[in-house]
């Protein structure tokens, strides 16, 4: 797609490279011309070996085999050999441009439109004119009544669950889930559990193709997540050039989202991750996961004996589904659990970290600290100043 740097080994099919050592007397026997190229053809084939050097900017060349085929570009910035009988054109890009020509007699030219070919890339999705970033944590009994508003809006869910209408149409967002909401279309909220955790940003939207991100319900990854998490730490930050780093996480955000997603022809969105089996497997271990969250033997070897599977399948199905091992799982599925308990105020940040079987009370807080950016007790004092 786009125009190749030119190296030895991917242009030896149409000639070769010319290095500063290399002798090239016999070039005086050439003829010599300096030729200043306009944006379109002609395109010449040579019987004889013809050598070309760029004099003054940057030009693309193009090559082929066959005049009927697609042509392969490259940038021209050094000297070439171009084989006998391979069709080439040089074209200026977007400067003033020429280059040195040797020759000799015996050659064919034909009118060659390199416009067709030409690419210059435009952004197919851009998210642009921030208007708000907000991470919120709300209680069981969270509803949110509902609005409408001339711009998009993302919703991220990090803890817990909720209730989405949207338009005619209500899903559940359950943890980890992204959805997008188009302008203008209504769109409410309830939790459904004891707390959740999420990240809504509000943005224009500008795409040749509204479809791929309308009314659409994504499964997050590890690196969307992180980006959440720097919108996040951005908003908080308030600084200069805060509004344009959340706009290009979250233009990030969006295009991985796009690049690793699919859709089926009923036009659900689901994960990349499509083998039933392991879908299966990643369901079970995920239960177990919950159900034993403060039993001390939880590891991935213990989860794999369980389900009866390698402990290296195991860790494929998470990695291909989540980009992150198990063991990554696991401990954020405590910290998770850690935070609800935080909330709750049943028992001290130590008692919490040891029923969660954290090998000691500074790595919980190490742990805790990298995922929130804040340790339990700032954590804890944030909740109970609320």
């Known amino acids: 797609m786009f125009a190749k740097s030119i190296h030895h080994?991917?242009?030896?099919?149409?000639?070769?490279?010319?290095?500063?050592?290399?002798?090239v007397q016999f070039?005086?026997?050439?003829?010599?011309?300096?030729?200043?190229?306009?944006?379109?053809?002609?395109?010449?084939?040579?019987?004889?070996?013809?050598?070309?050097?760029?004099?003054?900017?940057?030009?693309?060349?193009?090559?082929?085999?066959?005049?009927?085929?697609?042509p392969v570009s490259f940038i021209f910035s050094r000297p070439i050999c171009i084989n006998p009988g391979i069709w080439f054109c040089v074209t200026p890009m977007a400067c003033k441009f020429s280059y040195h020509l040797f020759h000799k007699n015996g050659f064919m030219a034909k009118d060659f439109d390199t416009l067709k070919y030409r690419v210059v890339y435009n952004q197919?999705?851009?998210?642009?004119?921030?208007?708000?970033?907000?991470?919120?944590?709300?209680?069981?009994?969270?509803?949110?009544?509902?609005?409408?508003?001339?711009?998009?809006?993302?919703?991220?869910?990090?803890?817990?669950s909720m209730m989405c209408t949207i338009g005619e149409t209500q899903?559940?967002?359950?943890?980890g889930t992204i959805a997008f909401i188009p302008q203008d279309v209504f769109h409410a909220l309830y939790s459904t559990t004891?707390?959740?955790?999420?990240?809504?940003?509000?943005?224009?939207?500008?795409?040749?193709?509204?479809?791929?991100?309308?009314?659409?319900?994504?499964?997050?990854?590890?690196?969307?997540?992180?980006?959440f998490q720097q919108i996040v730490a951005e908003f908080n930050n308030n600084g200069k050039y805060s509004g344009d780093l959340i706009l290009n996480y979250l233009n990030l955000i969006v295009?991985?989202?796009?690049?690793?997603?699919?859709?089926?022809?009923?036009?659900?969105?689901h994960s990349f991750f499509y083998n039933s089996e392991a879908s299966l497997i990643l369901k079970k271990a995920e239960m177990i996961v919950d159900d034993e969250i403060f039993n001390i033997e939880l590891s991935v070897a213990y989860v794999a004996k369980k389900l009866n599977i390698s402990t290296s399948y195991l860790f494929r199905c998470f990695k291909q589904?989540?980009?992150?091992?198990?063991?990554?799982?696991?401990?954020?599925?405590?910290?998770?659990?850690?935070?609800?308990?935080?909330?709750?105020?049943?028992?001290?940040?130590?008692?919490?970290?040891?029923?969660?079987?954290?090998?000691?009370?500074?790595?919980?807080?190490?742990?805790?600290?990298?995922?929130?950016?804040?340790?339990?007790?700032?954590?804890?004092k944030s909740v109970f100043r609320k």
């Open 9 to 23: 080994y991917n242009f030896i099919e149409y000639g070769h490279t010319v290095r500063s050592g290399d002798d």
């Open 27 to 70: 070039l005086r026997e050439y003829k010599y011309e300096e030729i200043t190229p306009e944006n379109t053809g002609p395109i010449y084939r040579y019987s004889e070996p013809v050598y070309i050097e760029p004099a003054q900017g940057v030009g693309v060349l193009y090559v082929t085999k066959n005049i009927e085929d697609e």
């Open 124 to 160: 197919k999705v851009i998210c642009s004119n921030l208007y708000t970033a907000l991470y919120q944590e709300k209680s069981k009994n969270f509803v949110f009544k509902g609005e409408s508003h001339p711009f998009w809006e993302v919703i991220y869910i990090d803890v817990g």
């Open 171 to 175: 899903v559940e967002l359950l943890e």
């Open 194 to 227: 004891k707390m959740v955790s999420f990240v809504t940003v509000t943005f224009d939207l500008q795409s040749e193709d509204e479809s791929l991100l309308k009314n659409k319900v994504f499964n997050s990854n590890k690196i969307t997540h992180s980006y």
């Open 255 to 269: 295009l991985n989202l796009l690049s690793n997603n699919k859709e089926d022809e009923s036009g659900a969105v």
């Open 321 to 380: 589904q989540y980009n992150t091992g198990l063991s990554e799982y696991i401990c954020v599925k405590k910290l998770e659990k850690a935070k609800k308990m935080i909330v709750d105020g049943e028992l001290t940040l130590a008692e919490i970290g040891m029923a969660l079987n954290f090998c000691s009370q500074t790595y919980f807080t190490s742990c805790f600290k990298k995922r929130y950016r804040m340790t339990p007790s700032q954590y804890s």
